[in-house]
Nanobody
Framework: QVQLVCSGGGLVQAGGSLRLSCVVSGRAFSNNGMGWFRQAPGKEREFVAA????????HYLDSVKGRFTISRDNAKNTVYLQMNSLKPEDTAVYYC?????????????????WGQGTQVTVSP
C-alpha cells in the first residue's frame, strides 16, 4: 500500500521559515515527478511546486518563486519544501503528491497519490 506522509507544518510569524517533508512508503518513487499543493479555507486546492524525477527541473507558483524551494532525496524516498519569508496568505493545508509520470506538472489530474496534508499557519 502506497502512503505519503507529510510533516513539518506549524505556526510561524510572517517572515519566518518552515521546512515540509513528505516520506513515501510502499514503493519507490524515484521515477516519478513529485509536487506540493495547498488548500486554504474556502478555496480550491492550488499548485505550489513540482520537481522532476531526477530533481533537475522544478516549477513554482508565481507567488512563491524566490521564497519556496522544492527538493528531493530519492535514496530516502522523500521530497521537501523549504518555505522562507512566509506571508499570512501562505496559510493553508499543504499536501504532497506523486505524479504518474516523471516530468514536472502543475496539473492536479496528473497526480494519483496524495499525502494527508500538514497545516501551515502564518501569523501577521
Amino acid at each position: 500500500q502506497v502512503q505519503l506522509v507529510c510533516s513539518g507544518g506549524g505556526l510561524v510569524q510572517a517572515g519566518g521559515s518552515l521546512r515540509l517533508s513528505c516520506v513515501v512508503s510502499g514503493r519507490a518513487f524515484s521515477n516519478n515527478g513529485m509536487g506540493w499543493f495547498r488548500q486554504a479555507p474556502g478555496k480550491e486546492r492550488e499548485f505550489v511546486a513540482a520537481i522532476s524525477w531526477s530533481g533537475s527541473i522544478t516549477h513554482y507558483l508565481d507567488s512563491v518563486k524566490g521564497r519556496f524551494t522544492i527538493s528531493r532525496d530519492n535514496a530516502k524516498n522523500t521530497v521537501y519544501l523549504q518555505m522562507n519569508s512566509l506571508k499570512p496568505e501562505d496559510t493553508a493545508v499543504y499536501y504532497c503528491a506523486a505524479a504518474s509520470r516523471g516530468w514536472v506538472t502543475a496539473a492536479r489530474d496528473d497526480y494519483n497519490y496524495w499525502g494527508q496534508g500538514t497545516q501551515v499557519t502564518v501569523s501577521p
